[in-house]
Structure formats: C-alpha cells, structure tokens
T-cell receptor, first 120, second 110 residues
Framework: QLQLQESGPGLVKPSETLSLTCTVS??????????WVWIRQPPGKGLEWIGN???????NYNPSLKSRVTISVDTSKNHLSLSLRSVTAADTAVYYC????????????WGQGTLITVSS | QSALTQPASVSGSPGQSITISCTGT?????????VSWYQQYPGKAPKLIIS???NRPSGVSNRFSGSKSDHTASLTISGLQAEDEADYYC??????????FGGGTKLTVL
C-alpha cells in the first residue's frame, strides 16, 4: 500500500525559507503515469493547491505562489520536496503531499499533513 | 485564479439526500471533466470520494454521486448518515494548466 509522509521544521521565522519533504513508501516516485502534488490548508480554512510535478518533469505552480515556490523530486531518496521562500504568517498551514494518476483528477493517496507555523 | 464557489454550509436529516454545488467558469469546470470531490474530517487528511466528475473510487459508498452541468459540478449524498458530517471540497483543472479548489462546504447532519 502506497504511503506518503510529510516532514518539516514545524516552526519557521518570517522572511526565511520553508523546506518540506514528502517521503513515498510502498511504491516508486518515479513510476510513469503519476503526478505528485503539494496542497496546504491554513488553520480553520480551506484547501489551496500549491503545485505539482509530473512524471515527465513538467512542473506547474499556483500563480499566487509561483514567485516563491519550488517543487522537485529526488528519485534516489524516493521523495518529493517543497521550498517556499520569504514566508509570512499567511503561510502558516498544514501542508499535504498527494498523488494523482495522470489522466484523472483524483488525488488518490495523501500524506497525513504537517503543520508549519511561521512566527518569530 | 479564483476559488470555485461552494456553499459554506448545508444540512440535512438522516435518510435525506443533499446536494453540494461547486460553481466555476468556462476556464475550469466548464472546460473539462476533471473535477473531483473530497471528504475531510477535523484534523484528518482529505479523502477522495469522486473523481472525473462522476467516478466513484473503489471502497467509497454508492450513496455518493457526482455530476456536472455547464460550469457547475455537484456532489449528491443520498441516505444521509451521521458519519457523513464533514467538510467537502471540490477541485477542478483549469485552462492555465493549474488546479483550483472550492472554498469548502460544512455538512451538518441534524
């Protein structure tokens, strides 16, 4: 069974860079036909799509975050990464990684999420 | 990109049917059959319940169904049960090759 597990620092200071990792187990992140997605959810609010990376290497970002975000895959470690620069309190959220099969809209596997708080 | 529009809350009694709408534009819902729905309990990750407008993944109750008309997608839950009380989110692909979520709907089972 595929499992995704996010990990991160928990607390980040304003203006710094947030770095998160999503470790994939029970399957290979380089398997053809899948996209890997980052999503976040501020406390008490709705879900926000951050971006995704396809098996082809194509990366798409939310236009509102595009100038600050980088998504990458490390196939040797079987993990997905997210880097978000110049964070503010508005970036405080639970961050999720998820998988989507190409040709479908469904995010069929999710990590449990990790809470990132931006505060000095 | 603007979030898709969902009602903030809906409610229904056990056994009843409810429908949650998700309204977009021709640039998202109206242009593609790439709409999915998620159920989320407090403190938990979302769970896929409908993909590609109306496909129900294996293991999801057949009380959940999805449809689309023009720029609006809908999630219907029939035979409402107490365990259905949760938040529900839609998401659609867009012409900008990005994805956009709805604002979410809180379902209360009376």
């Amino acid at each position: 069974q595929l499992q995704l597990q996010e990990s991160g620092p928990g607390l980040v200071k304003p203006s710094e860079t947030l770095s998160l990792t999503c470790t994939v187990s029970g399957g290979s992140i380089s398997t053809s036909g899948f996209c890997w997605v980052w999503i976040r959810q501020p406390p008490g609010k709705g879900l926000e799509w951050i971006g995704n990376i396809k098996d082809t290497g194509t990366i798409n970002y939310n236009p509102s975050l595009k100038s600050r975000v980088t998504i990458s895959v490390d196939t040797s470690k079987n993990h997905l990464s997210l880097s978000l620069r110049s964070v503010t309190a508005a970036d405080t959220a639970v961050y999720y990684c998820a998988r989507r099969r190409r040709g479908s809209s469904g995010l069929d596997f999710w990590g449990q999420g990790t809470l990132i708080t931006v505060s000095s | 990109q603007s979030a898709l529009t969902q009602p903030a809350s809906v409610s229904g009694s056990p056994g009843q049917s409810i429908t949650i709408s998700c309204t977009g534009t021709s640039n998202d819902i109206g242009g593609y059959n790439y709409v999915s729905w998620y159920q989320q309990y407090p403190g938990k990750a979302p769970k896929l319940i409908i993909s590609d407008v109306s496909n129900r993944p294996s293991g999801v109750s057949n009380r959940f169904s999805g449809s689309k008309s023009d720029h609006t997608a809908s999630l219907t839950i029939s035979g409402l049960q107490a365990e259905d009380e949760a938040d529900y989110y839609c998401i659609s692909y867009t012409t900008s090759t990005t994805w956009v979520f709805g604002g979410g709907t809180k379902l209360t089972v009376l």
